[in-house]
C-alpha cells in the first residue's frame, strides 16, 4: 500500500525548490503549508512551517535528491 511520508520540513522556499528537484526525477509530491493556510484562516503559523510529502514507496530514491540538496543550501 503506498502511504505519503513527510520527507522535509522548512520554509516554502526550500520546499518548493526540492518538490521541483523531485518532480525532475519524476517523484511527485505534496507541499502543506501551514503558514499560508493560517493567513488564508485569519490566524497565523511559525513561518518555516512547510512540509513536503512523497510516497514512501520513492523515499530511497528522494533521499539521494535530498542530501544533495541539503548540501546545495549549506554553501
Same mark, same amino acid.
Given at each position: 500500500?503506498?502511504?505519503?511520508? &513527510?520527507?522535509?520540513?522548512?520554509? !516554502?522556499?526550500?520546499?518548493?525548490?526540492?518538490?521541483?528537484?523531485?518532480? #525532475?526525477?519524476?517523484?511527485? !509530491?505534496?507541499? &502543506?503549508?501551514?503558514? #499560508?493556510?493560517?493567513?488564508?484562516?485569519?490566524f497565523?503559523?511559525?513561518?518555516? !512551517?512547510?512540509?513536503?510529502?512523497?510516497?514512501?514507496?520513492?523515499?530511497? &530514491?528522494? !533521499?539521494e535528491?535530498?542530501?544533495?540538496? #541539503? &548540501? #546545495?543550501?549549506?554553501?
Amino acid at each position: 500500500m503506498k502511504n505519503l511520508i &513527510k520527507i522535509y520540513t522548512g520554509t !516554502s522556499i526550500l520546499i518548493n525548490r526540492l518538490a521541483f528537484l523531485l518532480n #525532475e526525477i519524476n517523484i511527485p !509530491s505534496m507541499i &502543506k503549508d501551514h503558514t #499560508e493556510s493560517g493567513r488564508l484562516a485569519g490566524f497565523g503559523a511559525i513561518e518555516g !512551517s512547510t512540509e513536503l510529502f512523497i510516497l514512501d514507496v520513492n523515499e530511497k &530514491k528522494a !533521499s539521494e535528491i535530498i542530501k544533495k540538496f #541539503e &548540501k #546545495e543550501i549549506l554553501k
